[in-house]
């Protein structure tokens, strides 16, 4: 069983930034795959940025260049650094791990963009 719990969502304005953390009990042992996903009112939930089990990271298009995401294995953390916020960007991130096949989710936390 893995539970997430995210922080560090808030309002910012257009250009601005905010960085977003997410702790894992259970542990990061034997994740598939851990990352963001973010879902805007009557949209679909998209991929931001995610970490595979051997290290390497994948980013959704609209996202590549201005996030950036990290981990700490000794915390059992994952964080996404968000520079050059827009408007668009807003929507509710959520935190997810998949272990042996297993997708779960975090509660999610609000990010909202101003113009």
């Known amino acids: 069983q893995v539970r997430l719990v995210e922080s560090g969502g808030g309002l910012v304005q257009a250009g601005g930034t905010l960085r977003l953390s997410c702790a894992a009990s259970g542990g990061f042992f034997r994740l598939n795959a851990m990352g963001w996903y973010r879902q805007a009112p009557g949209k679909q939930r998209d991929l931001v940025a995610t970490f595979t089990s051997g290290g390497s990271t994948t980013y959704g298009d609209s996202v590549k260049g201005r996030f950036t995401i990290s981990r700490d294995n000794a915390e059992n953390t994952v964080a996404l650094q968000m520079n050059s916020l827009k408007p668009e960007d807003t929507a509710a991130y959520y935190c997810?791990?998949?272990?042996?096949?297993?997708?779960?989710w975090g509660q999610g936390t609000q990010v909202t963009v101003s113009s």
């Open positions: 997810f791990a998949n272990k042996a096949g297993n997708i779960y």
